[in-house]
């Protein structure tokens, strides 16, 4: 599961994750994987890939208008 423990130094709320995912790439994870690492694995770890984790009708989503 990728994910960065805010609270340490040099890691930054919303910016540490993407080189977390570049660098899961790097490590040889295919695009998918790494993504899939950051969305639904998470979800499905803690029991909620009902309601979160990936893109489909009836759940909880964020505005991917403001993440351009």
Do not use: W
Not at 17 to 39: C, D, G, R
Not at 42 to 47: D, E, F, K, T
């Amino acid at each position: 599961m990728a994910g960065s423990d805010v609270g340490f130094p040099y890691v930054f709320p919303g910016f540490s994750i993407h080189n977390e995912l570049a660098l899961l790439v790097q490590a040889e994870l295919t695009p998918m994987e790494a993504l899939q690492a950051a969305t639904r694995n998470p979800a499905r770890y803690l029991g909620l890939l009902d309601s979160l984790g990936t893109v489909e009708k009836g759940k909880v989503a964020a505005d991917l208008r403001n993440l351009r």
